[in-house]
């Protein structure tokens, strides 16, 4: 029979010891956190014309159905789970990225269909998604090689 007066035997964790949070992560967490914020702001005024803008993009956000701007607010909403997710190191944050970028595709094949989406975002609008995409997929790569070395748990 053990001894009830023993000191137990499970070892403590030293929380001294965890590994600082790389800056790459607060980097992406506060870029991505203000982004959704801004978003999940921004959109709305816009959707009801309480921001100032131009006739062709006023026109633009007044033919688009309410489910653009569901899709907006999701894809905001995701994009914030994901930057709080990151930020705490947890690795549900890779398929909450999954769902950010899945929801925009679907958002931006909506919005290129759009005739007045291009007038809208101007000549170089695509451009800005291409390069959007590019990075959410650096930051992919980046979030996969931390899960790897045990950074993301």
Known sequence: MANPYEPP?????DRGSEPRRP????????WYGL??????TITP???????????????YFESLPITHLVQSLAASALTLAFAITFFRLRT????????????GVVG???????????????????V??????LILLLVLGYAHRLRSHGVLT
Do not use: D, N
């Open 45 to 59: 005024l816009a959707m009801l014309g309480a921001l100032p803008a131009s006739q062709s993009q006023q026109a």
């Open 9 to 13: 035997s499970t070892e403590l964790l």
């Open 23 to 30: 800056l790459g992560v607060w980097v992406i967490s506060l």
């Open 92 to 103: 549900i944050s890779i398929p909450i990225l999954f769902a950010v970028i899945a929801v």
């Open 35 to 40: 982004s959704a914020v801004s978003g999940l």
């Open 128 to 133: 800005g998604v291409a390069v959007g995409w």
């Open 108 to 126: 931006t094949a909506i919005s290129v269909t759009t005739e007045s989406w291009r007038e809208a975002v101007g000549q170089f609008g695509l």
